[in-house]
């Protein structure tokens, strides 16, 4: 829109800016966008059925080809004779494609009368088809070449002569030989004198079930462009007449049924707002339409009606007692809904994720609040968990907590450990923060995978835990000193591991000190007491369990301090066995390692290839950690092993805290050429990846991270 009220524009920009002109082009934007990408799916569809169909001509013209000739004559013993004297020049060194002394030794097979039958039946069938070529054929697959038996060529140019024979490529022959063929065999390639040529045929067996030949027919793909360019011309010309009658017909609908009315109540506004300016106040602008639609628009309009009636008597009362009311009010309700809009509140919270069950709550003891939690998906195996609490109330507090929110959630997502995180975040407070305000913070991450929790605390509330079969205790953390306080200040990481049932509950001050009446607080021990009847109900019961608690306990007091509640439940996928050893990464240690692991194996009688296999994968991975990882110093290595359930399969493990360096980004080595002519290095781990089924890599916190799956 210009920067103009309605008044002061004109037909034409109003015209221009009108609903019913931006329907029109929002639906020709949309129809165009929808008719390209339905034309592109078509052209692709119609190519794919096109191509399949010239396969499908040749190949099914080799195959009735084959199958009359067969009942005719023998064309293995056609093969035979024709590969042998080919064979001998080849041995010989005076096999040569058209030389006439080469050709010369197959003049008896030429008038041999199954072989004229062959060549005239072939002839027969290329000339009542659309194909290119059809002939009889062998492949040598030694020397990646195929030599004619039986050619009558095509119709404008003369076949091949008997054993000449060209250069092939080893895809060709691959198609061709393969051991378990598809049901339609061609071979498509790039050549010369056609352009595409698509080769399709099938092979002759002897009474040993050994391939003697092959019938083979030729078919250009060059009618496949025609075709597509014939189709995008009609289908571009009928999509420009559809879109423009449909973009029409709807900005003439919007027209008639939102448009027209939505401008008439428009310029009754306009009439009434002068009417306003000038003084007037007993007018019947809106009164005087007849809005019909049966929708919002008509509710519209009786609104305005009856406000432009009670208005002259109502709006010089209401401007001066509500107007300073419903400003602060508005302000509040908007920091209110922005504070909430802040904080996670969609349930579940990750529908696709079955590992944990979370929920939380943040009841503000004002309109707005300076307690927050947040949890988030820091990667497709790790979860973050934040809770903090900010010093002070009301609106101050609210803006430095989203700014913490938001601060805190970013840095997690760069790959830092809790610590460092807290550290960072400290340090970034209290360098641009001089309104002496600060934050208290337990951050946790966990490792879906394994139920380890990496955490911190900078001077916040105990984490609570509690096991799967037992009752919610305190975790006894070291605290750290708190956000925004002081800088350059040390914060310390700890871990702890939840099983499948575990639950974490973390919180604010403002449950333990929720204070009733007569001046009692709630307290930890009965933070505990209401959580322990609860801990059997899942994370969204126990906190509302939880609130009751707390409601009951204060009764009429007010509320002093924000109430924040995380409740997380780690449920784990599937069944998972672990253990874990750290060693130094050294040549000698490969053994410790391989015995560690094979120890683990023999639990789940692991079958004796796919053993050998992970020990062969622990040397090779291992070896490299400790000649590269520290080079020229030694380091720590830590390998772990996972054994899933269902299907049963290992999962292995290996961090070190060296060089960053993935070994999945290095070029497969050519296992086709000798050793003298493949470049050393890279066999190690090519073949672990052919004998694992699963292999990933990733740096992460400082570490290098490495993992193989193999089912056993």
């Known amino acids: 829109m210009p920067e103009k009220n309605v008044r002061e524009m004109s037909k034409f920009e109003r015209l221009h800016y009108s609903l019913a002109s931006r329907s029109f082009r929002m639906t020709l934007a949309g129809s165009i966008v929808l008719g390209v990408v339905a034309l592109l799916i078509g052209l692709g569809l119609y190519t794919y059925s096109l191509v399949n169909r010239y396969i499908s001509e040749a190949y099914n013209l080799s195959k009735h080809a084959a199958g009359i000739i067969d009942k005719i004559i023998d064309p293995g013993e056609l093969t035979n004779q024709v590969m042998d004297i080919y064979a001998k020049s080849r041995a010989d060194g005076t096999a040569e494609s058209g030389n006439m002394t080469y050709n010369a030794r197959f003049s008896e097979i030429e008038i041999d009368a199954d072989y004229r039958k062959l060549k005239s039946t072939l002839e027969d069938f290329r000339n009542a088809s659309n194909v290119q070529d059809v002939y009889f054929a062998m492949y040598d697959t030694e020397n990646n070449t195929i030599v004619y038996i039986a050619d009558p060529g095509e119709q404008e140019r003369p076949g091949r002569h008997i054993g000449d024979f060209r250069t092939v490529s080893r895809k060709e022959i691959d198609v061709f030989f393969a051991e378990n063929p598809k049901k339609t065999q061609y071979h498509i390639e790039k050549t010369d004198d056609y352009g595409w040529m698509c080769t399709a045929g099938v092979p002759v067996y002897n009474d040993a079930g050994e391939i003697t030949g092959f019938f083979l027919s030729d078919v250009t793909l060059g009618d496949v462009g025609k075709g597509m360019l014939s189709f995008f011309i009609q289908y571009a010309i009928g999509m420009a007449i559809v879109v423009n009658l449909v973009g029409i017909l709807f900005a003439r609908k919007i027209k008639k049924k939102l448009a027209d009315p939505i401008n008439a109540i428009a310029d009754a506004a306009v009439e009434f707002s002068k009417d306003r300016i000038n003084g007037v106040r007993d007018t019947d602008h809106f009164g005087k339409l007849n809005v019909k639609t049966g929708d919002e628009l008509e509710a519209l309009w009786l609104v305005l009606k009856d406000v432009e009636h009670d208005l002259a008597d109502y709006e010089e009362n209401l401007m001066k007692i509500t107007a300073e009311k419903e400003r602060v009010g508005t302000e509040l309700e908007l920091a209110t809904r922005i504070q909430a809009d802040m904080l996670p509140s969609i349930y579940p919270a990750f529908p696709d994720r079955d590992e944990f069950d979370i929920y939380a709550t943040m009841d503000p003891a004002k309109e707005v609040g300076g307690d927050f939690y947040d949890f988030f998906l820091i990667d497709d195996d790790h979860l973050g968990i934040v809770m903090a609490d900010v010093s002070g109330k009301g609106v101050p507090a609210a803006l430095f907590m989203m700014v913490s929110k938001i601060i805190i959630q970013n840095t997690v997502l760069t790959g830092k450990s809790p610590e460092e995180v807290l550290e960072a975040v400290n340090n970034q407070f209290c360098s641009g923060t001089h309104e002496e305000m600060f934050v208290t913070v337990w951050l946790g991450i966990l490792e879906l995978s394994t139920g380890k929790i990496i955490a911190s605390n900078a001077g916040h509330e105990y984490p609570v835990i509690k096991r799967r079969d037992g009752d919610f205790e305190l975790f006894k953390d070291k605290h750290g000193f708190v956000i925004g306080g002081m800088p350059g200040v040390k914060y310390k990481n700890y871990e702890m591991e939840l099983q499948p049932g575990d639950k974490l509950f973390v919180y604010t001050d403002g449950l333990t000190e929720a204070t009733n009446a007569d001046s009692e607080l709630f307290g930890t021990r009965r933070m505990l007491d209401a959580l322990n009847q609860a801990k059997d109900l899942g994370a969204y019961d126990m906190l509302a ?136 290095g890279g066999l190690g781990i090519f073949l672990v990846k052919k004998t694992m089924d699963d292999i990933s890599y990733e740096y992460r916190n400082g570490q290098n991270i490495l993992k193989i799956k193999k089912h056993i």
């Open 545 to 680: 369990a939880v609130k009751k608690s707390v409601n009951e306990f204060v009764g009429d007091a007010s509320q002093f301090d924000d109430l924040t509640m995380l409740c997380m439940e780690y449920i784990g996928k599937g069944e998972k066995k672990m253990d874990e050893i750290t060693i130094e990464a050294t040549v000698e240690n490969i053994t410790t390692v391989t015995d560690f692991v094979n120890g683990q194996l023999e639990k789940y009688d692991c079958p004796m290839k796919a053993q050998m296999q992970i020990d062969v994968a622990i040397d090779e991975l291992f070896g490299n950690i400790a000649h590269y990882a520290y080079d020229p110093a030694t380091g720590p290595a830590t390998v772990r092993v996972e054994v899933e359930e269902e299907p049963l399969a290992v999962v292995i493990t290996f961090i070190d805290n060296g060089k960053p360096y993935d070994p999945l980004k290095r070029e497969d080595p050519d296992v086709t050429l000798g050793a003298e002519e493949r470049d050393v």
